[in-house]
């Protein structure tokens, strides 16, 4: 579980960073460079906030993976359900990555029914934390 776990933040990060190195190698870099004279801020901003949010991951995937392998061994038990963990961190990464435009309620370039699915899927992301409570009080429980 603990390679899946891994593998799972890697493809989070790996999917995560394309955006933002589009930003700096097509729109930063030539810009800074006099090459262009301008860059498109609303989808520069829309870039970096692809990314900006899996940011947040860097500290709660290790966290859940800690949450999943090591505090059963600690506590002389097993994982309630290795299927539900597994389902877990697939949730978390199909909920996470678009997660970020959150940040982008307030601009002006993006139309109510963009943000309205932001905010959704703001709030989806939820249920992944939630499972992971379910799973370890279980996990409490039968230990």
């Known amino acids: 579980m603990f390679v899946y776990m891994s593998v799972t933040t890697f493809v989070l990060w790996l999917i995560a960073t394309v ?18 004279p301008s860059i498109n801020v609303m989808l520069s901003r829309t870039l970096f906030w692809f990314f900006g949010h899996p940011l947040v991951y860097f500290w709660l995937m290790p ?22 963990a597994r389902l877990a961190f697939i949730s978390l990464l199909l ?38 409570a379910f799973s370890m009080f279980a996990t409490f429980e039968t230990t």
């Open 95 to 132: 909920f996470s990555m678009p997660v970020g435009f959150h940040h982008q309620l307030m601009e002006p370039g993006i139309s109510a029914g963009w943000k309205m699915i932001h905010v959704i899927l703001t709030l989806i992301v939820v249920v992944p934390s939630l499972m992971t």
């Open 63 to 84: 966290a859940y993976i800690a949450w999943y392998v090591c505090v059963p061994r600690v506590i002389g038990g097993h994982v309630f359900s290795d299927s539900l």
């Open 19 to 36: 955006p933002v190195a589009v930003e700096v190698l097509f729109q930063l870099i030539p810009w800074s460079l006099g090459w262009t």
